[in-house]
């Protein structure tokens, strides 16, 4: 109540989306970090955050830390079908720069 602050809550699926887009961005952050990122949206959706303002996002948490957490999200097997669904391709580096240079021409 000093500072004025404010506490918003977050699911697990909202969490997911939020790594999800932070890792589309070359971001690496586990859910518990990406919690932050979803609480913003929120906040912002809702109008406490207003368009223009500044905000500050502390992100600690390195993606390999919940591996299984992407995994589950990319496959669907926990939270339905996926935005972004994995993509398999041949072992080789050539094969990862042509999909990464794919990913890239339709941002």
């Known amino acids: 109540r000093f500072t004025n602050g404010v506490v918003e809550e977050v699911t697990d699926l909202e969490i997911m989306r939020a ?3 932070l890792g589309k961005e070359g971001i690496g952050a586990e859910p518990a970090t990406a919690a932050t990122l979803a609480g913003i949206w929120k906040l912002r959706e809702c109008g406490i955050i ?7 996002a502390v992100l600690t948490g390195h993606a390999l830390k919940d591996p299984a957490a992407t ?11 996926p935005p972004y ?13 042509r999909v990464v240079e794919t990913v890239l021409k339709s941002k």
């Open 19 to 21: 790594k999800s887009r």
């Open 71 to 81: 995994v589950e999200y990319h496959t669907g097997s926990r939270w339905g079908v």
């Open 85 to 97: 669904p994995p993509v398999t391709i041949a072992p080789s580096m050539d094969e990862v720069a």
């Open 50 to 56: 207003k368009g223009g303002e500044s905000v500050v």
